[in-house]
């Protein structure tokens, strides 16, 4: 019993991080749209990806419910910020070296227009700049907003899916009272990414198609944010 409970606990985190990784790494759909000279098609590909991506949410979140109907203690659940900490983190960094990203991100871009959207488009490639990229230094100031705005947000949106878990099996007599405070949680990092982080990303796209940096602080910026958390969660782990 107790190992399915572990199985259970940890399929869930993971099912979870990799929920959010291809979330995050989904930006890079908004580039390669402007490599094909088509920069509103990367962005309804990239919220495409995102929202295909959640699906592992709705299998992920009823296993977690079990587990608190089942009065898991709160140790157990703690580990669950640590486990999706260290899935996203090592799936991002492993997508941030992957030295086949780029043809990888296009491929997955054409398979949405393609297959999915079932779009008769032709990708002929936009030329890319060839010249040494010059970022100034509001841009490279806007970058770093854009990683510490991000840090912020995935902060509170992914803590606010995690912690009413914890906090139902703290008050497990209120188990359903604290998953309505879901949205309460997830309010603050999604009106910053909303009001902020999104329109700001899309007017940092370069249209010369050099956009690395950016790409590499958003992946960054979340890791930070996701990070902090897990290491809050193994402070009270080892606290309790």
């Known amino acids: 019993m107790i190992d399915q409970i572990y199985l259970l606990l940890y399929?869930?985190?993971?099912?979870?991080?990799?929920s959010f990784s291809i979330e995050t790494c989904a930006f890079e759909m908004r580039d390669i749209g402007i490599s094909f000279d088509n920069p509103g098609l990367g962005y309804s590909l990239h919220v495409q990806l995102a929202t295909l991506a959640r699906t592992l949410n709705f299998i992920a979140l009823p296993f977690l419910g079990l587990l608190l109907d089942s009065g898991v203690q709160v140790k157990l659940f703690l580990q669950l910020p640590i486990i999706f900490g260290f899935t996203f983190i090592i799936s991002s960094v492993a997508y941030l070296r992957l030295h086949s990203r780029r043809n990888l991100a296009e491929y997955v871009f054409k398979i949405l227009a393609k297959h999915i959207s079932r779009l008769e488009i032709n990708f002929d490639r936009k030329n890319k700049s060839s010249e040494k990229v010059m970022i100034i230094a509001s841009d490279?100031?806007?970058?770093?907003?854009?990683?510490n705005i991000g840090a912020i947000a995935a902060f509170f949106t992914v803590g606010g899916t995690l912690t009413p878990f914890i906090l139902g099996s703290i008050l497990n007599d209120y188990r359903a009272s604290m998953l309505q405070l879901s949205p309460l949680f997830t309010a603050l990092g999604t009106i910053l990414s909303v009001?902020?982080?999104?329109?700001?990303?899309?007017?940092?796209?370069?249209?010369?198609g050099n956009n690395e940096l950016l790409i590499q602080n958003i992946i960054i910026g979340r890791s930070i944010g996701v990070g902090f958390?897990?290491?809050?969660?193994?402070?009270?782990?080892?606290?309790?």
């Open 11 to 18: 399929i869930s985190a993971i099912l979870l991080a990799i």
């Open 140 to 147: 490279l100031n806007n970058i770093r907003k854009i990683r």
């Open 195 to 208: 009001s902020y982080f999104d329109p700001r990303i899309s007017f940092l796209m370069r249209e010369d």
């Open 229 to 240: 958390l897990m290491l809050l969660a193994i402070v009270l782990y080892v606290w309790i």
